[in-house]
C-alpha cells in the first residue's frame, strides 16, 4: 500500500509546530514566511529495500517511545509541543523476507549508521561545539539505546542519498526527509513521524504575499530536495520565476537571501523558521 496520509492532519500538526517552541524564537524582523504554502508533506525514515528487517525494528521502537511518552520528551525539547504522530498506517508492505538479515548484522556489528545532511536545523545540525544535535538525533539516539546498538552519525552529500544508502555507507537516512512515490520506489520507509509544508521565505520589503508574486523573482532552493520538486510540481509558478539558483544546504541559500543573491528561498517550514529564528 502505497498512499500518504491526509494531507490535513499534517496542516494540523504544523498549526502546533510553529504556535510554540521549545526556547524562545528570536525575532527576525527582516524576513518572514509567504502566507501561501507550495506544499504540505510528511517525513519518513529511509533503509535500502532489502533491509525491511531493519526498519521495522526501528519503527517498532520509535512506536514504543511514542506509546510510552520517551518521544514526546524529545519533541516537547525541541519544539514545544508533541508533535509526532500517534497512529499512521505503513506507506508500503512491511513484510520481512525469508533471509533478511539486515537486523542481525547491526546487532553483531553493535553500531548503526545514520546518514544526515547536518546542516538541516532542527532535525540534524551543528552546535557551536560542532557536534552534530537535533531532534532526529535525539528519536535516533534514544532508538539505538533501546536496540542495544551505538548510533554513528555520518555526514553526506543530501543530492547523493540514495547512492550513499545503496552502496551500505550508511544504514538509514534520517534527517527530515520527505515521504515521496519516488522515494517509496527506491528505499523501504515504514511510517511518517512528523509534518512539514514547503514555504518560501522572502524580505519583508518583497512585494506580495502569494505564488504568483515570485513571477520573475530569482529563487533559491537546496540540490536534491523536495523543496525543488515541490516547485516543479507546481508548474504555473516554476515557469513563472527568473531562475533558480541550488545549494548544497538551506544554511547557505539563506545567507544568499540576506545578501540579496537571491529573491526568495523555498525550504521545508521546520528547517526554514528555524535558520530565519536563529540566524
Not at 533471509?99 to 545540525?125: A, Y
Not at 511510517?191 to 519583508?204: D, F, H, T
Not at 530536495?225 to 508548474?235: Q, R, Y
Request: with cysteine; charged share 25%.
Amino acid at each position: 500500500m502505497k498512499k500518504l496520509t491526509a494531507l490535513t492532519l499534517a496542516l494540523l500538526m504544523l498549526t502546533l509546530l510553529f504556535a510554540g517552541c521549545s526556547s524562545t524564537p528570536k525575532e527576525n524582523t527582516s524576513f518572514r514566511v509567504m502566507d501561501e504554502a507550495l506544499d504540505a508533506e510528511q517525513y519518513g525514515i529511509g533503509f535500502r529495500n532489502e533491509d525491511i528487517a531493519l526498519g521495522m525494528a526501528v519503527q517498532n521502537a520509535l512506536d514504543d517511545m511514542i506509546a510510552d511518552g520517551k518521544a514526546a520528551e524529545i519533541s516537547k525539547k525541541w519544539f514545544g509541543e508533541d508533535l509526532l504522530f500517534k497512529s499512521t498506517e505503513y506507506c508500503e508492505d512491511t513484510t520481512i523476507a525469508d533471509g533478511d538479515d539486515s537486523l542481525q548484522k547491526i546487532l553483531d556489528r553493535g553500531t548503526f549508521i545514520l546518514g544526515l545532511d547536518d546542516s538541516f536545523p532542527p532535525m540534524g545540525f551543528r552546535d557551536e561545539q560542532n557536534n552534530i544535535v537535533g531532534f532526529d538525533i535525539d528519536l535516533a539516539t534514544e532508538v539505538c539505546a533501546r536496540l542495544g546498538v551505538e548510533l554513528v552519525v555520518q555526514p553526506i552529500d543530501w543530492d547523493s542519498k540514495e547512492l550513499e544508502l545503496s552502496t551500505g555507507k550508511i544504514d538509514c537516512i534520517w534527517n527530515g526527509m520527505t515521504i515521496t512515490d519516488e522515494r517509496i520506489g527506491s528505499m523501504f520507509i515504514p511510517k511518517p513521524y512528523i509534518a512539514n509544508r514547503q514555504v518560501v521565505i522572502v524580505g519583508n520589503t518583497f512585494k506580495g504575499d502569494t505564488l504568483a508574486d515570485l513571477k520573475g523573482k530569482v529563487v533559491g532552493l537546496q540540490k536534491g530536495s523536495s523543496s525543488l520538486e515541490a516547485l516543479e510540481k507546481n508548474t504555473a509558478v516554476h515557469d513563472s520565476v527568473k531562475s533558480i539558483s541550488e545549494y548544497a544546504d538551506n544554511v547557505a541559500a539563506f545567507l544568499d537571501l540576506k545578501a540579496g543573491r537571491i529573491e526568495a528561498l523555498v525550504v521545508d517550514e521546520v528547517a526554514g523558521r528555524y535558520i530565519m529564528e536563529n540566524n
